[in-house]
C-alpha cells in the first residue's frame, strides 16, 4: 500500500484538512491518506485543546466511512511530545507500506522544517510533500522535495478556534458531523 501521512493538531479539523488529504492521494497516486493527530506538537502550543479524545473523534466524525482517508492515533496513544520521526518508524512496522511514504509538510511548517527532530532522517525515511496553505509561491527547503499543487484553502484550526469563541459563522468551515459534535458539546468556547 502507497501510504501518505498528515500530521497536525487537527484542534479542531476542518474541510481544510480534507480537501488537503484528497488532493494529495489523488496528485502522488497514494493509496490512503492517514490523519495523525498529535499529542503534544513539538513546536507550537495547544491553545484551547479540549484534549485528544475530541480531537480524535472529531477526526472519525469527518473521515466518516471514506476508504481513502483514515485516521491513526499512535501519537495520543504514545504520549509526550510527538516526534514524526517516531511515528514514521511505528506505521512502517504496523502497515505494509510499499515504498517510502509521503510525509505532507503546509508551506507554513517548511521554513521550520530544520528545526525538527532529525530532519535528515525524515527525508530519508519519507517522500516530503510541501502543500500549499498560506501562499501560491513555492518557498526554499533544503531536503529532497515535491511541491503540491493544490488548491490554497485559507482556513485554519486557530482561525477556527476564535470564530466559534466568539460567535462568528463557521458551520460550512467544518464536516456537518464535526459542527455537530462541536456545537452539542459546547466546545471551544461555543456560546
Not at 530519508?124 to 522535495?145: G, K, M, N, V
Amino acid at each position: 500500500m502507497r501510504l501518505l501521512v498528515l500530521g497536525g493538531s487537527f484542534n479542531p479539523v476542518h474541510v481544510g484538512h480534507l480537501i488537503l488529504a484528497e488532493e494529495l492521494r489523488w496528485e502522488f497516486g497514494y493509496d490512503l491518506a492517514l490523519l495523525v493527530p498529535s499529542h503534544r506538537p513539538p513546536h507550537k502550543d495547544a491553545f484551547d485543546d479540549p484534549g485528544p479524545a475530541h480531537r480524535i473523534e472529531m477526526l472519525r466524525l469527518a473521515v466518516g466511512d471514506d476508504p481513502s482517508i483514515a485516521v491513526d492515533d499512535c501519537e495520543i496513544r504514545r504520549g509526550g511530545i510527538s516526534y514524526t520521526i517516531d511515528t514514521l518508524a511505528e506505521l512502517r512496522r504496523r502497515y505494509a507500506i510499499e515504498g517510502k511514504p509521503g510525509l505532507a509538510i503546509g508551506d507554513d511548517l517548511v521554513p521550520g522544517f530544520p528545526a525538527w527532530r532529525d530532519p535528515e532522517g525524515l527525508a530519508e525515511a519519507a517522500d516530503l510533500i510541501c502543500a500549499h496553505r498560506s501562499c501560491d509561491e513555492e518557498l526554499p527547503l533544503a531536503y529532497p522535495h515535491r511541491y503540491a499543487h493544490n488548491s490554497l484553502v485559507r482556513i485554519s484550526s486557530s482561525e477556527l478556534r476564535s470564530r466559534i469563541a466568539s460567535g462568528r459563522p463557521f458551520r460550512r468551515l467544518l464536516h456537518p458531523e464535526v459542527y455537530r459534535y462541536i456545537s452539542e458539546g459546547g466546545l471551544y468556547g461555543l456560546r
